[in-house]
């Protein structure tokens, strides 16, 4: 009745220059989106957690929002909703998962330019992954929080209320890390790095092993990981949950036991440079970062001073 009546009264120009002002609004508003010159950021959680958990990811998306005015922040949901996506964690296949994420950010428009990738945990070896098997659209930095680049050799604890689902990987583990069944449906087992059985790990590691290049060298891999700007590293000191923590910093046991550590320059893969990190670190590329807590346990302030710089 209301519209009508507005209608009638207008008439029929006025209607015109009004669609035109909203059509010019929009055009404004449009290009206002198209130049603002942040960053995108994608987030990829860690086992047990989820995208969108107000009391991680959904805090840590808020905070990068309200730092960077404008930013868009993609928080990654592994299938079609939370639930799903926290039990995929632990389930699914990760070159699954990792196929599935470089389709959602191909077919994200907002991404085009390029992106920042933030990686909270497993979700940190995963992007890595995701840089080197998906270079479109193109990752710029890639931050590793809490990741273990070299796989686990044991985990000791599991976040939150988790400890039960802990006691069943262990198990599931034990029964063979390395066997077809294990290897395709626990996320665990896929970056499962057994030093006792070197050999078992570089041939039958469905995820690790591929994408630190133990079965052979794939320059693509190389040459997309090599593109990055900047690959950072973030080790959590008193980590109770990776064994060993050095693989936050791509450290491992040096292989054929399980007491004795190496850096990532020390290591094979860094020696033949089997992926490139030799040359990102002569060229300043790669960063390693620590902090004094607990897995992925950091203030807001810390969070500010040492990774904010990288979105910016
Ligand atoms: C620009 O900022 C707006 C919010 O102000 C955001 O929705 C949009 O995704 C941003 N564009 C890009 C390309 O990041
Ligand atoms: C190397 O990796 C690329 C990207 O994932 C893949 O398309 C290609 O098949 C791989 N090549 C070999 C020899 O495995």
Not at 35 to 43: A, E, F, G, Q
Not at 272 to 293: H, I, N, P, Q
Request: with cysteine; aromatic share 10%.
């Amino acid at each position: 009745m209301t519209r009508k009546l507005s209608q009638a009264t207008m008439g029929l120009s006025t209607a015109r220059r009004l669609i035109l002002v909203s059509e010019c609004l929009m055009l404004l508003l449009g290009s206002s989106w198209a130049s603002n010159d942040t960053i995108p950021l994608v987030i990829w959680h860690g086992m047990g957690d989820s995208c969108c958990n107000p009391l991680s990811m959904g805090s840590i998306k808020k905070m990068v929002e309200e730092e960077v005015p404008g930013i868009y922040v993609l928080s990654l949901m592994i299938g079609n909703s939370v639930l799903q996506d926290t039990e995929n964690g632990f389930l699914m296949d990760v070159n699954a998962q990792v196929s599935f994420v470089c389709n959602q950010l191909d077919q994200d428009p907002k991404l085009k330019a390029g992106y920042n990738a933030m990686g909270f945990s497993q979700g940190s070896q995963f992007l890595r992954a995701v840089a080197q098997r998906c270079p479109y659209p193109p990752m710029k930095t890639l931050i590793s929080v809490g990741g273990q680049h070299q796989g686990v050799y044991g985990l000791p604890r599991c976040p939150g209320e988790s400890s039960r689902i802990c006691d069943w990987i262990r198990k599931e583990l034990n029964s063979g890390a390395y066997t077809d069944a294990v290897q395709k449906h626990l996320v665990q087992a896929q970056y499962w790095h057994d030093p006792l059985n070197d050999d078992l790990y570089k041939k039958y590691s469905l995820f690790l092993a591929d994408i630190n290049q133990e079965r052979g060298v794939n320059e693509t891999y190389k040459k997309n990981l090599m593109s990055l700007k900047t690959f950072v590293m973030v080790k959590f000191l008193q980590d109770t949950m990776v064994d060993p923590v050095d693989s936050e910093w791509f450290g491992f046991y040096k292989p054929g036991q399980a007491k004795e550590l190496e850096t990532l320059q020390e290591s094979a893969i860094f020696k033949e440079d089997r992926l490139g990190l030799a040359e990102m670190d002569k060229a300043g590329k790669l960063v390693f970062l620590s902090t004094d807590g607990d897995h992925l346990q950091f203030t807001r302030e810390w969070f500010n001073e040492k990774l904010l710089p990288y979105l910016r």
